[in-house]
């Protein structure tokens, strides 16, 4: 496996924070940074447009603040996540403002797009790509990607249903590049396991929700802090796309979990419309994606003492005695 020179020196434990849509924000990148894990964010999070630049000169400024004043542990490298799909008119300006501040790393998803790798590379930036199979998994590396995010079964949000035993292996027959594993990773022992298993970073998102610099409204840390793998509904219903949402949420929003219809979900609805129609119910923000290993995570601290306990279980997971 070859790493990328990036990281190296820089992490406590090998882990990347996944961007989090509306809830990654400065505060939790810079936190994760400075506590040894990549941060990162996605650039749409930052509206209006012209925020980016200024979320973008934040954390630069800060995190070199931090290096200069802690030589001997540098913080870590941060991302950009960016959606590639054509239906984002805001990835040329975004991106301009990526190679403005020379972002060290780049997460793309929803399409690989040849250009924006070679885009990164000319700044000297690398590209993860997040991919639910194999297919998507080899398209990325035609196209130049760096590194592959498998986004395996149990990750919150959009998630696939490839175990990650069988995803990791997989892959590994035929990439010998980066690879961060996402899917129900909350602990230490998981980070450890996804490493046995042949990934070299943990892709740890829905943990990160219940974090003070989360930019998530309170009601939401607590259903993380309260529920587990039980509580996750896999559904397309909200978005079009299946993706794993917190069950006590959509009670919440006034819908039958386990009777959830799945074509033509346009046609369902959060509260009523002027025609009387019902309206459609707003994935994240009153519908709550969460991954399946929420179970691990039963109070809301701060980032820095998350991946502190994070680190500690990872140094002391081992092999149990046959």
């Known amino acids: 496996m070859s ?3 990036l990281f190296k020196g820089r992490l406590s434990i090998p882990v990347i924070g996944s961007p989090l849509f509306i809830i990654s924000v400065p505060d939790l990148v810079i936190a994760q940074c400075k506590a040894g894990i990549v941060g990162s964010f996605p650039a749409l999070n930052a509206r209006p447009a012209a925020l980016l630049d200024e979320w973008l000169a934040r954390i630069t400024e800060e995190l070199a603040a931090y290096d200069r004043a802690h030589p001997e542990r540098p913080s870590a490298p941060f991302a950009v996540n960016q959606i590639v799909h054509r239906s984002n008119n805001r990835l040329e ?31 000297g930036g690398i590209v993860f790509h997040d991919v639910i199979n194999q297919f998507f998994a080899h398209k990325a590396i035609e196209k130049g990607a760096d590194g592959l995010i498998l986004v395996a079964a149990g990750a919150g949000g959009h998630a696939g249903t490839i175990s990650p035993f069988a995803f ?34 943990a892709y740890i998102g829905s943990a990160f929700i219940a ?11 607590d259903m993380i802090t309260r529920s587990g793998a039980d509580d996750i509904v896999y559904s397309n219903l909200f978005t079009g796309v299946h993706g794993n949402y917190l069950k006590p949420s959509i009670v919440a929003a006034g819908l039958d979990p386990d009777n959830l219809p799945t074509s033509d979900p ?7 419309d002027a025609s009387g129609e019902r309206a459609k119910p707003k994935a994240w923000k009153e519908i709550w994606g969460s991954g399946q290993g929420i179970g691990a995570i039963k109070e809301i601290v701060p ?5 502190a306990r994070f680190k500690k279980e990872y140094d002391e997971a081992i092999d149990p005695p046959l």
């Open 3 to 5: 790493m990328p020179a």
């Open 93 to 123: 300006q975004d991106l301009a403002l990526c190679e403005k501040y020379k972002v060290p790393m780049m997460i793309t998803s929803l399409g690989a797009r040849e250009e924006l790798n070679q885009a990164a590379h000319g700044w």
């Open 168 to 201: 990791v292996s997989e892959t590994r027959s035929w990439f010998d590049g980066p690879i961060a594993l996402s899917g129900a990773i909350a602990n230490g022992r998981a980070i450890r396991a996804a490493r046995v298993l042949g990934a070299d970073f």
């Open 211 to 221: 974090t003070k610099e989360a930019n998530a409204v309170e009601g939401y840390k």
């Open 266 to 272: 346009s046609k369902m609805s959060f509260g009523t």
């Open 303 to 307: 980032a820095a003492e998350l991946i």
